[in-house]
Every structure is written in C-alpha cells, then in structure tokens.
C-alpha cells in the first residue's frame, strides 16, 4: 500500500511538472494574398465571432474581405467587395456585422476630387456573406464632403443601425477650410435600415462635433445608446452620449465635465460595451498635455455614470477597445508609447472598477500605420486583432488566454 502511495504520488508530480499553462497569446494564422490592415472584429447575439479586413494590390486596389471563427480558426476568408477609388484611412476603416444570416458591410469611396470628398458605402447581404447586394449610400445629402467614422448594429427583424459623422454642413460658401475638413461644422448622424438598404428612419443627433474621432455605440436594455467626441465653440472635445429612448432620442450630454480644450481632431474615439442595462466606455483624453486614457460604467444604460477609473496616464496614446466577458468584467484595450514603439495593453476590470489584471499582449509601433488594435469576446473567449506595420503591414489576430 505504501508502495503503491508512492507512484501515485510521483506521477501526479510529474504530470504536474508536464502540464504546461496556456499562453497568453495564442495567433491565429490569417490567410492574406497581398499587404493586410484595417481589421476590424464582431461578435453576434449568437456569440459567432467574425473578422473584416482590407488588403491593398500593387495597384492599389482596396479589397474589403471577411471571415468567420470556425473552431478557433479563420475560415477562408471572402471577398466582399473592392475598388480603386477608395478613401483608406488608418482611423476610419470598414466593418462588417452579422445577425442571423443578415449582414452588413461599410467602406468610405471617394465622391470628388477633394483629400476629405468621400461618401459611406453599405452593402448587405441574406446569405450568410455567399452573395452582397449593390452598394447604396446611407446619407442622402448629395454633398461632395467627408462621410465616416461608422459604427453599425444589428436590430431585429434584419435591421441595421447606424451612426457616422456627416460632413454636409462642413461646405460653407467664402468658409475657410479647416485641415481640409471644410469651414463648416462636422454633425453627427444615425439612421435605420431595412434589409434591402432603405432608410427607415433618419436623425441628426448632434449638429457640431468633433471631426475625425470615432463613433461607438451599443444596445442596452433601455435602447441605443451612441457616444462620441463632441466640440464646441470653443474647442472643447469631451465626451458626449445620445440615447434612444422610447423611440426619441435624448439631448447630447457630456459623458464627463472635462473641459479639454483642443485645437485640432485628436483622432481618438471612445469605446462603448453594454450588457443589459450595464454599461462601459473607455477614452482617451490629453488636457493640459497630460493623456490618460479613462473607464466609467452605467448601471442604468447610460443615463448617469459612475467616477470614471483611470486606466494609463503618462504614456498612452489612447486607441481604446472595450468588451464584456460572461461574468459582467470589462475589458479594455489601448495602447502605451515608449519612444517610436507601442505595447498594446489590455486590462480586466470588475463591475465596481477594481482592476483584476492588467498584462501586456504585443509590441508594435506608435505610427499610425499601427493603427486601431480591436477586441472582442465570445462569453468568456478574447480575441484580438491589430495591424504589425512595417515594409509589408499584416493583420494579426489571436485568442487572449487572460
């Protein structure tokens, strides 16, 4: 017996000593024929997680791909459209969404011959991405100015809604351009679609906005809830949120009081994730030069929000993510500078803003061509996706064993 006691002992060592934990990061191979970045990730009620890209030709062909997590792999990727008149910009980049076979894809196409003259395109389709529809443009304005910064949702009934930045107001007669964005100011617009693209609804949400920031929204158990950088008159760019509410949506109010007065786009958008009527956005701000990038939750979807937590200061130059895990932990993404290179970050925090783990998951550059490192979850599964810049840039993606 006691013999006996003693192998199972020393096995149970020595599988102990064998059995190696998981890493942190485990990549997901990606096929790509030519130069990839711009990703961008989604995840459906259903919890099927899809990834949307672009690759550019040596001819500078733009083509718009997508591909579905098919057990812990990328299937194939598919083409869903592509074009060489294209607006490819390292912050305002297409996505792809997808409810019950119904999905929805959106990239920017030039529409004068102006650097910021591009229009929104949609394209959808009912077959699970085999077949896409022509492409339509959501904005009905006919005005030669700059459209983007989308964020589309699925709804019910094989609906999308959708929010972006507007420029027909930025075209003012004897306005002097600003940056190329037009004298004018930039608003902020949302609508509803059928599925074939007809508008069902239509709202401007806020006539003066930030010009070059992104937009994020989310569906809370109260409605849609929509949050964005705002600016006044004087050049001050906090945070706001609109809400749907009973079918009417609510007046811009600040997301916080802030008061960080800035000059020009910070090109750096918030991030919002919602899990019934709990609610986090993470963003990124610099007052008095000091960049901080900062959580606040909402247990009433949206309407009021905690004191927000800080997240990074000193170092960071924002580029957020946020996701909600099964446990109702958020996580956020976001990127630290040190000299010419970047560490992506990603940090769990618990629904009364205590930090559980924070770790480091790649190195990249602080360049632009890095672009925006994305996040998302599948109940309690992580996966990332980001651009490695270099001579030949390539869309990396990986599970986050965190």
Same mark, same amino acid.
Request: proline residues 4%.
């Given at each position: 017996?006691?013999?006996?006691?003693?192998?199972?002992?020393?096995?149970?060592?020595?599988?102990?000593?064998?059995?190696?934990?998981?890493?942190?990061? #485990?990549?997901?191979?990606? #096929?790509?024929?030519?130069?990839?970045?711009?990703?961008?990730?989604?995840?459906?009620?259903? *919890?099927?997680?899809?990834?949307?890209?672009?690759?550019?030709?040596?001819?500078?062909?733009?083509?718009?791909?997508?591909?579905?997590? @098919?057990? =812990?792999?990328?299937?194939?990727?598919?083409?869903?459209?592509? =074009?060489?008149?294209?607006?490819?910009?390292?912050?305002?980049?297409?996505?792809?969404?997808?409810?019950?076979?119904?999905?929805?894809?959106?990239?920017?196409?030039?529409?004068?011959? *102006?650097?910021?003259?591009?229009?929104?395109?949609?394209?959808?389709?009912?077959?699970?991405?085999?077949?896409?529809?022509?492409?339509?443009?959501?904005?009905?304005?006919?005005?030669?100015?700059?459209?983007?910064?989308?964020?589309?949702?699925?709804?019910?009934?094989?609906?999308?809604?959708?929010?972006?930045?507007? =420029?027909?107001?930025?075209?003012?007669?004897?306005?002097?351009?600003?940056?190329?964005?037009?004298?004018?100011?930039?608003?902020?617009?949302?609508?509803?679609?059928?599925?074939?693209?007809?508008?069902?609804?239509?709202?401007?949400?806020?006539?003066?906005?930030?010009?070059?920031?992104?937009?994020?929204?989310?569906?809370?158990?109260?409605?849609?809830?929509?949050?964005?950088?705002?600016?006044?008159?004087?050049? !001050?760019?906090?945070?706001?949120?609109?809400?749907?509410?009973?079918?009417?949506?609510?007046?811009?109010?600040?997301?916080?009081? $802030?008061?960080?007065?800035?000059?020009?786009?910070?090109?750096?958008?918030?991030?919002?994730?919602?899990?019934?009527?709990?609610?986090?956005?993470?963003?990124?701000?610099?007052? @008095?030069?000091?960049? $901080?990038?900062?959580?606040?939750?909402?247990?009433?979807?949206?309407?009021?929000?905690?004191?927000?937590?800080?997240?990074?200061?000193?170092?960071?130059?924002?580029?957020? *993510?946020?996701?909600?895990?099964?446990?109702?932990?958020?996580?956020?993404?976001?990127?630290?500078?040190?000299?010419?290179?970047?560490? !992506?970050?990603?940090?769990?925090?618990?629904?009364?803003?205590?930090?559980?783990?924070?770790?480091?998951?790649? $190195?990249?550059?602080?360049?632009?061509?890095?672009?925006?490192?994305?996040?998302?979850?599948?109940?309690?599964?992580?996966?990332?996706?980001?651009?490695?810049?270099?001579?030949?840039?390539?869309?990396?993606?990986?599970? !986050?064993?965190?």
């Amino acid at each position: 017996m006691k013999k006996l006691l003693v192998i199972i002992l020393v096995m149970a060592f020595l599988n102990a000593c064998t059995d190696k934990p998981k890493e942190l990061v #485990e990549e997901i191979t990606l #096929e790509t024929s030519y130069p990839s970045s711009l990703p961008r990730l989604f995840t459906n009620s259903k *919890g099927e997680t899809y990834l949307s890209y672009v690759e550019r030709t040596p001819e500078k062909v733009a083509k718009l791909f997508f591909s579905k997590l @098919e057990n =812990g792999q990328w299937a194939k990727p598919q083409l869903i459209t592509e =074009g060489d008149n294209w607006f490819v910009n390292w912050a305002d980049f297409p996505s792809v969404i997808e409810n019950n076979s119904h999905m929805a894809a959106h990239w920017l196409q030039k529409s004068d011959k *102006g650097t910021f003259d591009y229009d929104v395109r949609v394209a959808m389709s009912t077959s699970s991405g085999d077949h896409w529809s022509d492409s339509f443009i959501p904005h009905k304005d006919g005005v030669a100015a700059e459209h983007g910064f989308v964020t589309m949702l699925p709804l019910d009934n094989q609906r999308t809604f959708m929010t972006w930045l507007d =420029g027909r107001n930025t075209k003012v007669e004897g306005e002097e351009s600003h940056g190329g964005h037009g004298g004018g100011p930039m608003s902020l617009r949302a609508a509803i679609f059928d599925k074939d693209g007809n508008t069902l609804e239509e709202w401007e949400l806020d006539n003066r906005v930030c010009d070059c920031c992104q937009t994020t929204a989310a569906v809370t158990d109260e409605g849609i809830i929509v949050i964005y950088r705002d600016r006044s008159e004087n050049e !001050i760019r906090d945070m706001s949120v609109v809400r749907l509410v009973d079918g009417q949506w609510t007046e811009p109010k600040p997301l916080m009081v $802030e008061l960080w007065v800035m000059p020009a786009c910070p090109v750096n958008g918030p991030s919002v994730t919602a899990n019934g009527n709990n609610v986090a956005v993470a963003w990124f701000m610099a007052k @008095e030069g000091n960049p $901080e990038v900062k959580l606040a939750f909402s247990k009433d979807g949206g309407a009021t929000f905690g004191k927000p937590v800080m997240v990074s200061e000193k170092n960071t130059s924002g580029r957020v *993510g946020t996701t909600t895990l099964n446990n109702g932990n958020v996580l956020v993404s976001w990127l630290e500078n040190v000299g010419e290179k970047a560490s !992506i970050m990603l940090a769990e925090y618990d629904t009364m803003g205590t930090l559980i783990n924070k770790k480091t998951i790649a $190195e990249t550059t602080a360049a632009r061509a890095s672009g925006f490192p994305v996040i998302t979850s599948n109940g309690d599964d992580v996966y990332m996706a980001w651009t490695q810049a270099g001579d030949q840039s390539i869309v990396k993606t990986a599970k !986050i064993n965190f």
